[in-house]
Structure formats: structure tokens, C-alpha cells
């Protein structure tokens, strides 16, 4: 068993994964608890991609980690950009009382 021992760098990696997994796992358990819908999902995705950005570009991140990301972000942004012909989205988003056209405006 000790041949699968991790070693002190490979911890510290590990750390860092665990890390960077958190939004996803807060997202994970915000949308288990509810019913999700184009108005939440939407501006969780963006603040993801946020945050995926910022570790990207994090040099105290192990190379991994970072390339990691940036493969995740490359994966959401392909579901995000199914959003950008969608009618009911925008609509959705319109709609949504805390949004309305703020949203698009900030964009």
C-alpha cells in the first residue's frame, strides 16, 4: 500500500483541487435544494466562470490545477454559449424581478 502513499507535493495538489471544486460543490447543493431555473442557473454559471478565471490565472495553483480549469471553462462556456440563441432565456431573465434588464446591461 505504500506505493499508492501520496507524497508532500501531491497533498498540496490535492489541497488545491479541493479548493478550487468548492463553487462547484456550492452549486451542486444550492440547486439540490431547489427547483432550479433559467434566472438562478444562469448568473451561477457566471459566477463560476468568474471564479474558474481567477484560478486560472492563480500562480500559486500548481500547472495542473490550472490546466484543470481552463479544460472546466472550456466546458461551461460551451453550455453558456448554447444560452446565446435562446429566446426564452432572455425572456426568463426579463422576467425575473431581481434581474429584469440590469443583467443584460451589465453583461
Given amino acids: 500500500l505504500q506505493k499508492f502513499e501520496l507524497n508532500d507535493e501531491e497533498w498540496a495538489i490535492a489541497e ?4 478550487v471544486l468548492k463553487i ?11 427547483t432550479p431555473n433559467l ?10 466562470d468568474e ?5 486560472s490565472h492563480n500562480r500559486q495553483y500548481h500547472p495542473s490545477i490550472c490546466s484543470a480549469v481552463q ?3 472550456v466546458t461551461l462556456n460551451w453550455y ?16 425575473h424581478l431581481h434581474h429584469k434588464l440590469v443583467y443584460f446591461r451589465n453583461a
Fill in 51 to 55: 471564479k474558474l478565471t481567477t484560478y
Fill in 24 to 34: 462547484l460543490e456550492d452549486a451542486t447543493l444550492f440547486f439540490s435544494h431547489s
Fill in 16 to 19: 488545491q483541487l479541493r479548493s
Fill in 39 to 48: 434566472a438562478t442557473v444562469i448568473p451561477a454559471m457566471d459566477l463560476i
Fill in 71 to 73: 479544460l472546466a471553462k
Fill in 80 to 95: 453558456y454559449q448554447l444560452t446565446d440563441p435562446s429566446e426564452v432565456y432572455r425572456i426568463a431573465m426579463v422576467l
